[in-house]
């Protein structure tokens, strides 16, 4: 059974930084393509950030590109979102699943296993 536990999230002022980790047990971590999604209060699930099984051709959403970088150590089974210049509208649960598709894609229904989710908080 693959299990996926993200890390790392807290409380921090607008135009700080984070960095998320999202750790895999079970399966063969390095074959898959790896996403991150966030949920706001009152908001639908939505795509941020994704990796392919390689570590190359990382995509992201408008809204985080040139903030965010998402990375991973298949050595560690470990997938990262570094988060740089965070604003308040990042406020979100953020949660890492695994890619069920090559090439990559953002919506949800692609992607089979989920993390519980980590909380971060931007104030302003």
């Known amino acids: 059974q693959v299990q996926l536990v993200e890390s790392g999230g807290g409380l921090v002022q607008a135009g700080g930084s984070l960095r998320l980790s999202c750790a895999a047990s079970?399966?063969?971590?390095?074959?898959?393509?790896m996403g991150w999604f966030r949920q706001a209060p009152g908001k639908e699930r939505e795509f941020v950030a994704a990796?392919?099984?390689?570590?190359?051709?990382?995509y992201y959403a408008d809204s985080v590109k040139g903030r965010f970088t998402i990375s991973r150590d298949n050595a560690k089974n470990t997938v990262y979102l570094q988060m740089n210049s965070l604003k308040p509208e990042d406020t979100a649960v953020y949660y890492c699943?695994?890619?069920?598709?090559?090439?990559?894609?953002?919506?949800?229904?692609?992607?089979?296993?989920w993390g519980q989710g980590t909380q971060v908080t931007v104030s302003s």
């Open positions: 699943a695994r890619s069920t598709v090559r090439p990559l894609r953002v919506e949800i229904h692609n992607y089979d296993y």
């Open positions: 079970g399966g063969t971590f390095s074959s898959y393509g």
């Open positions: 990796i392919s099984w390689s570590g190359g051709n990382p």
